[in-house]
């Protein structure tokens, strides 16, 4: 059982240059997350959905943008790489349920974008 | 602003020593209180989690203490091992809310040998 598979795992950008994340997961959960680490600052929230065809915005989500065609899939879409956007992504899948602690995030491996 | 805060952003300790991370919250709407933890070139994992109808929860070494009036809540680390170093973040959620947990900061925690 895979869980959330990232990838890159590593990638170098140039000021400008776009680029996609890819995330996918095997669990069949409907909640899929974007977070971005960066030192002594924690995750903060990119982008979710809540299944598939339905994305939302989350604290950050400026310079980036998602889709979610499938339940699977949850890729993160960079366009006009910045300085700024230089950090540790993090993309998560959690299951729907009204069950109190239900929402468990499950975390792939992250993938480290640096842009120059 | 931000709506759980942690402390400290680091922490060093000796093995067999206690490791103590508190965390405060605001929104008394959060009703489900996640800590994670994170390895070196890993995502975070679900570590213990608390509701507030209880006030601790242990599991092994790892004990979460809740304060619903101050709003407080904290992890403690017993008989803390070198392969505890990771870091911890605590977190919020609201049941049946926008699903968004809130993160704290985090907390690097090195414990020497």
């Known amino acids: 059982n895979a869980g959330v598979t990232q990838t890159p795992k590593f990638r170098i950008l140039k000021i400008g240059q776009s680029m996609t994340l890819q995330c996918t997961q095997d669990m069949n959960h409907n909640y899929m997350y974007w977070y971005r680490q960066d030192p002594g600052m924690g995750l903060k929230l990119i982008y979710y959905s809540v299944g598939a065809g339905i994305t939302d915005k989350g604290e950050v989500p400026n310079g980036y943008n998602v889709s979610r065609s499938t339940t699977e899939d949850f890729p993160l879409r960079l366009e006009l790489a910045a300085p700024s956007q230089t950090s540790v992504y993090f993309c998560?899948?959690?299951?729907?349920?009204?069950?109190?602690?239900?929402?468990?995030?499950?975390f792939g491996a992250g993938s480290r974008l640096t842009v120059l | 602003q931000q709506q759980v805060k942690q402390s400290p952003q680091s922490l060093i300790v000796q093995k067999g020593g206690i490791s103590i991370i508190n965390c405060a919250y605001e929104n008394t709407a959060f009703d489900y209180f996640p800590w994670y933890q994170q390895f070196p070139g890993k995502g975070p994992a679900l570590l213990i989690a608390?509701?507030?109808?209880?006030s601790e929860k242990k599991e092994g070494r790892f004990t979460i203490s809740f304060n619903k009036s101050a709003k407080q809540f904290s992890l403690h680390i017993m008989d803390s091992q070198p392969g505890d170093s990771a870091t911890y973040f605590c977190a919020a959620y609201t049941q049946g809310g926008s699903e968004k947990l809130v993160f704290g900061k985090g907390t690097k925690l090195t414990v020497n040998p």
């Open positions: 608390i509701r507030p109808d209880v």
């Open positions: 998560a899948s959690s299951s729907n349920t009204d069950r109190p602690g239900a929402n468990v995030l499950t």
